[in-house]
Nanobody, 111 residues
């Protein structure tokens, strides 16, 4: 059974940084694709960043150069490093793998 648990969200000022973590069980790291999505109020869920099992990454245009997705296979954890955060990055962020979703974690960028 796949279980994805996000952590690391919170409130940050514009220009600040946060690191999200997704601890996974039942996911075959190095084989399964994983990623991060987000959903802002009144908007559809959108892809933020993804990584194939082989480590190829893909980013939404809105976060390129600011966000970095990475993983630690030994810790079964996927990360999202978010820098130069903007108010428009405010959303609930979800970890994803093979049609499974985490419960989501709030990120709020505000002064």
């Amino acid at each position: 059974q796949v279980r994805l648990v996000e952590s690391g969200g919170g409130l940050v000022q514009p220009g600040g940084s946060l690191r999200l973590s997704c601890t996974a069980s039942g996911v075959r790291f190095g084989i399964s694709a994983m990623g991060w999505y987000r959903q802002a109020p009144g908007k559809q869920r959108e892809l933020v960043a993804a990584m194939t099992g082989g480590g190829i990454t893909n980013y939404a245009d809105s976060v390129k150069g600011r966000f970095t997705v990475s993983r630690d296979d030994s810790q079964n954890t996927l990360y999202l490093d978010m820098n130069t955060l903007k108010p428009e990055d405010t959303a609930v962020y979800y970890c994803w793998s093979n049609s499974y979703w985490g419960q989501g974690i709030q990120v709020t960028v505000s002064s």
